[in-house]
């Protein structure tokens, strides 16, 4: 199993629909991350997590929202979705205490039309 | 406040042909840096990364980079390119009072021509 899993990979959403986009991870990292990867504009970060009770926004939270429903779990919502959130849609994980990097899931394409 | 510059948002080699991909940060303390390749249709995985210690690192397929402190850049370089490299790049830095978060540079997609 890979050590982050992103679901669904694709999704094709409707205008106005409430969709949830799952992070799940095996690393026993306590810090998550949303991250959205549009064409030409690198990536954007939607929201953080630093543990169960700590999560914060990053420079596009607007439209989103999010959970950490246990130290392994990150989910993030779009309450009501709009044409221009078509991105794909990243999670990653880090320790706090090592400067590793992070180790990110393969995504989630999201489509809304 | 920490930051990354990719310079080339695209670049174009032929097949054997030098890569390099330029990276340049700003940092407030030593930083350390990563490069991440992000292959179609799948995320991003750690290329290589600078922590402390030797300056010039080696990294997965032939990728290497090194760090200069006085020219704040952190380029990555492969001797000779394979058609298999073309992918989108990314620089991060990031900063051990910054919570070590990692910073994103805006990409750069790499193409190999035949």
């Known amino acids: 199993d890979a050590d982050v899993t992103q679901t669904p990979r694709n999704r094709i959403t409707k205008t106005g629909k409430r969709i949830m986009l799952e992070c799940s991870q095996t690393?026993?990292?306590?810090?998550m991350y949303w991250y959205r990867q549009d064409p030409g504009l690198g990536l954007q970060l939607i929201y953080y997590s630093f543990d169960v009770k700590d999560i914060n926004k990053g420079e596009i939270s607007d439209g989103y929202s999010v959970s950490r429903q246990a130290q392994a779990k990150f989910s993030l919502s779009l309450e009501s979705a709009i044409p221009n959130q078509t991105a794909l849609y990243f999670c990653?994980?880090?320790?706090?205490?090592?400067?590793?990097?992070?180790?990110f899931g393969s995504g989630t394409r999201l489509t809304v039309v | 406040a920490q930051s990354v510059t990719q310079l080339g948002s695209h670049v174009s080699v032929s097949e054997g042909a030098l890569v390099l991909l330029r990276c340049n940060y700003s940092s407030s303390v030593p930083p350390y840096l990563f490069w991440y390749v992000q292959y179609p249709n799948q995320g991003l995985q750690l290329l290589l990364k600078y922590t402390t210690g030797a300056t010039l690192v080696k990294g997965i397929n032939g990728f290497e980079a090194e760090f200069k402190k006085s020219e704040t850049s952190f380029h990555l370089t492969k001797p000779s390119a394979h058609m298999s490299d073309a992918a989108e790049y990314f620089c991060a830095v990031s900063e051990s009072n910054a919570g070590n978060m990692l910073t994103f540079g805006g990409g750069t997609r790499l193409m190999v021509k035949p």
């Open positions: 990653a994980t880090s320790d706090p205490n090592r400067n590793y990097g992070y180790t």
């Open positions: 690393k026993g990292h306590d810090r």
